[in-house]
């Protein structure tokens, strides 16, 4: 078990990881953050030894896992450069700002033989996974559906990004949806896509649909141009289950409805937090269902979406 955690990158996200690794009876020795006003923020909520540079602080906390929790456009030259270490990381997504980038990581985690999760907490929802057991598997669904949408005007009036960030933070924020998508589908190679940009200068709208690699339907909707609560269905043989939101899940075999319970971890930490850092700390990730290569799939279907809207 991993028991010495170290965090690079302080805010909301990393605050969840601690509260599920110390459930876990992890110490956290350590966190790392550039800005100051973060680092203070650390020291008053109970992280007794914060760094300015991450190298520094891994040299000296000599940890026995790292949580990365930086800006996704930074996470790629942050990986880059404590992969050579060979220490355990659960990194938040994406891992880059393109497929290319993501790859690099698997030669160079490869190179120093450095195991990787990707922190994709929508796998691990206990609803999730208590449905595809419903579903006698993942081999048993049958179709997909996913209706996503993004809020640029949020970002560009509420958060005061740019155009170019607004462009990156909602292909931040689509892998998560896109993830399900082959989490659930399986490997897709067929795809259709339809998209159409309405300008102003975020008003996208796209479509991917098509037939995976085991013969299941799928259809990815999304919309920037209305903002809807996140929606995932799939289903079996006379079986449906529909997840909105995402941590709920309604099920419905033949014309009998139950909803299903989320388990106690669940309700008592962020969804899918807890299953994950346990998945992490434990070391049951280091196989291809939750490394980088795992997330190939969706990082070339959001490359595919997002080259027709370039800016």
């Given amino acids: ?73 930074n996470m790629f030259t942050v990986l880059s450069d404590i992969i050579p270490y060979g220490i355990p990381i659960l990194a938040e997504k994406p891992t880059g700002t393109s497929l290319a980038e993501h790859k690099s990581l698997q030669v160079l985690a490869s190179k120093y ?11 691990h929802y206990s609803v999730l996974n208590k449905a595809i057991e419903l579903a006698g598997g993942k081999q048993n669904i049958t179709n997909v559906l996913i209706e996503w949408s993004e809020d640029p005007f949020h970002l560009a009036n509420k958060k005061k990004l740019n155009n ?15 993830d399900l998508l082959t989490y659930l589908a399986g490997e897709i190679s067929d795809i259709n896509i339809s998209a159409v940009n309405l300008g102003d200068p975020f008003r996208w709208i796209m479509n991917i649909s098509g037939k995976s690699d085991t ?22 043989q006379n079986k449906r289950f529909v997840f909105a939101p995402l941590e709920s899940c309604e099920y419905t075999e033949g014309k009998q409805k139950t909803v299903i ?5 669940d309700i008592s930490f962020k969804a899918g937090f807890y299953n994950q850092a346990n998945i992490f700390v434990n070391q049951a990730f280091v196989s291809n269902k939750y490394d980088l290569a795992s997330v190939n799939n969706s990082m070339l279907l959001a490359e595919k979406l997002y080259e027709q809207f370039m800016i």
């Fill in 164 to 178: 170019e960030l607004i462009h990156k933070t909602i292909f931040e924020n689509t892998i998560h949806g896109l």
């Fill in 1 to 73: 078990m991993l028991k010495n955690i170290v965090i690079i990158g302080y805010g909301n996200i990393a605050r969840k990881h601690i509260e599920v690794l110390k459930a876990l009876g992890c110490n956290i020795a350590a966190t790392s953050n550039r800005s100051v006003e973060k680092r203070d923020m650390a020291m008053q909520e109970g992280i007794s030894m914060v760094y300015s540079d991450y190298h520094q602080m891994i040299q000296k906390e000599k940890p026995d896992g790292i949580i990365v929790c930086v800006s996704f456009w």
């Fill in 261 to 265: 319970e989320p388990d106690s971890k």
């Fill in 215 to 236: 013969n299941t339907i799928y259809n990815f909707n999304s919309s920037m141009d209305n903002f809807v609560p996140w929606r995932v269905v799939f289903y079996a």
């Fill in 113 to 123: 033989k450095t195991p990787i999760m990707v922190a994709l907490n929508r796998r």
